[in-house]
Structure formats: C-alpha cells, structure tokens
C-alpha cells in the first residue's frame, strides 16, 4: 500500500471513515450522516488518500460496529501516529491501557507518564487524539468525576462511557 487508504461503513449512531497507512490506523471519522459527509473529512484530512473496500483492514469495522451496540469488544489494532509530538504519542499509549468499562483521570495519565503536574497538558493531547474509540481518551475524566472535554462533544462522551458500563460483562 502506498500512500493512505480508507474505508466507510454505516453503523447504529452514523457513518464512520477508517484511515489507514501501512503502518496501522492513522484517523476515524465518527458518526456522520452520510458517506458522502464522511469522504469529505477525509479529503479535508488527506486529499491523496484512496477508497478501499472494507475488508482491506480486517474485521475493525465489524468490531467497531458491535463496540456501538454495547459489547465489550478488543480494539488493539496497529496505529501510526505520523504527525504526532512524542508528548502526544506516549499519552495516546498510555490512555490505550485504559480498560473497557473503566476511567481514569487526566492526573493519573500524568503521572503514568511521570509528569504529575502535567494534567492540562493530557488533556490538550487528548483534545489532538485522530482515533476515537481506538485511543479511548472518553475513558480520561476529571480527577474530581467530572467528565471533562471530548473532541466529538460531552453528549457523545457521556454516551460512550454508558454503553461501556452497560456493555461490562
């Protein structure tokens, strides 16, 4: 493969886009109305990147859709954080060890990376975060329970950490 590949497929809360390099999952497009709207984001993203059929990066969207309909489900896929400051690479793993059903909070991810002062920035990194769901920064909350900030919105966030708790077996 050369260059970027994607994928569009439609699930229970909207159509999503899967952007990929050779070396794993570069970016995901969550929950647009159309497919069109989501080849737009990519273009948007990465005018170069071609059109693929789905079963071009195994089953992750069969995986993703059941994810949506609340069942626990294993999303360590290989990412490619190209683009990515270091800082923002380690806080993506770190948020990656974040079990299904679980939270933790922005302080915790500092101080998993040594740096326990450094929950504000968690947070900007997360805010950066191109793989929804993959790097579950939903599962990052404030150290005092609130919920904080989500890039695809706190009604999603929300949504997201109650489909886990609902779907923990």
Known sequence: MYGLEFTVFDTCLGWIGIV??????????????????VVRQVE???????????????DLSQRLKRYFRGEEVHLLDKVDFAGASLFQQQVWRVVRTIYYGKT???????????????????GQALGRNPLLIIVP?????????????????????????????????
């Open 20 to 37: 990929y390099s050779s070396q794993g999952l570069r970016k995901i497009i969550l929950f647009q109305e159309s497919k069109d709207d």
């Open 44 to 58: 948007q993203y990465d005018s170069s990147a071609q059109i693929c059929d789905t079963d071009s990066f195994g």
């Open 104 to 122: 933790r909070s922005y302080a915790w991810v500092a101080t998993q990376l040594g740096l326990p002062g450094a929950a504000r920035a968690v």
């Open 137 to 169: 920064c939903h599962r990052v909350i404030s150290s005092d329970g609130g919920l904080g900030g989500f890039s695809a919105g706190l009604e999603m966030k929300k949504h997201l950490l109650c489909l886990e708790e609902s779907g923990t077996t």
